[in-house]
């Protein structure tokens, strides 16, 4: 099966398994998913499962990046905050549903591989740094919405902040090896909170995360 046919039946997966939002699969349609990874796992590009791509991270699984883009419930008016820049396929389903995206990644590797990439594909919109992600990125504050790519032991106060009123975050928790994906919403009445779903995610490292060198699983959807 030739990459398109399998893109063509990834977006039919996504669609029978609960992905609604036309948007969402348009940018996944047409976001080549192949370019965000290592050659030698190219031809599984379009298959609905995480591969990895060096430095102990992974590139999600289609379903997981569709759902969590789903939930932020996008207009194209947003700044979003993305915690985890990994191998760049998030940001870029981001950057074609939002105003702009600030991505973070702890790796510098992985950072520059992935503007490199980006860059490459046209993404004007997207904002890199390497730091912390548990801590945020105060400087460009508020965000409407944050999602974050990594799983951690609870949910960071530093993140809570910097989510504006009625903003939006998809972030996965948990202890064991599999977690919680979460959507937190910020209303007046304080942070609301709901369960999408089980996934496994790499650990979240810093600060307000994980100490480097614990594992709360071992792969990431």
Same mark, same amino acid.
């Given at each position: 099966?030739?990459?398109?046919?399998?893109? !063509?039946?990834?977006?039919?997966?996504?669609?029978?398994?609960?992905?609604?939002?036309?948007?969402?699969?348009?940018?996944?349609?047409?976001?080549?998913?192949?370019?965000?990874m290592?050659?030698?796992?190219?031809?599984?590009?379009?298959?609905?499962?995480?591969?990895?791509?060096?430095?102990g991270?992974?590139?999600?699984?289609?379903?997981?990046? #569709?759902?969590?883009? /789903?939930?932020?419930? &996008?207009t194209?008016?947003?700044?979003?905050?993305?915690?985890?820049?990994?191998?760049?396929?998030? #940001?870029?389903?981001? #950057? /074609?549903l939002?105003? @702009?995206?600030?991505?973070?990644?702890?790796?510098?590797?992985?950072?520059?591989?992935?503007?490199?990439?980006?860059?490459?594909?046209?993404?004007?919109n997207?904002?890199?740094?390497? #730091?912390? =992600?548990?801590?945020?990125?105060?400087?460009?504050?508020?965000?409407?919405?944050?999602?974050?790519?990594?799983?951690?032991?609870?949910?960071?106060?530093? &993140?809570?902040? !910097?989510?504006?009123l =009625?903003?939006?975050?998809?972030?996965?928790i948990?202890e064991?090896?599999?977690? @919680?994906?979460?959507?937190?919403?910020? =209303?007046?009445?304080?942070?609301?909170?709901?369960?999408?779903?089980?996934?496994?995610?790499?650990?979240?490292?810093?600060?307000?995360?994980?100490?480097?060198?614990?594992?709360?699983?071992?792969s990431?959807?």
């Amino acid at each position: 099966m030739d990459l398109e046919t399998s893109r !063509q039946a990834l977006i039919a997966t996504l669609k029978r398994d609960g992905i609604h939002s036309q948007a969402v699969l348009e940018a996944i349609a047409e976001t080549p998913r192949e370019r965000f990874m290592p050659e030698t796992v190219r031809n599984k590009a379009y298959e609905n499962i995480a591969l990895p791509i060096g430095d102990g991270q992974t590139i999600s699984q289609p379903y997981i990046v #569709a759902l969590m883009t /789903q939930a932020l419930e &996008l207009t194209g008016r947003e700044k979003v905050l993305e915690i985890g820049t990994g191998s760049g396929y998030q #940001a870029a389903i981001l #950057a /074609q549903l939002c105003r @702009e995206v600030v991505t973070i990644e702890r790796i510098a590797n992985l950072s520059r591989h992935a503007q490199v990439v980006l860059d490459s594909l046209g993404y004007d919109n997207i904002d890199y740094h390497v #730091a912390d =992600g548990t801590l945020g990125y105060p400087d460009a504050a508020p965000y409407d919405g944050i999602l974050v790519t990594a799983t951690a032991p609870k949910l960071p106060q530093a &993140l809570c902040e !910097q989510l504006t009123l =009625g903003g939006r975050m998809v972030i996965p928790i948990g202890e064991a090896k599999v977690q @919680e994906l979460k959507l937190i919403t910020r =209303g007046t009445d304080g942070l609301r909170v709901k369960k999408l779903c089980d996934v496994r995610f790499v650990p979240l490292i810093g600060e307000q995360g994980w100490e480097d060198g614990e594992s709360p699983g071992e792969s990431e959807d």
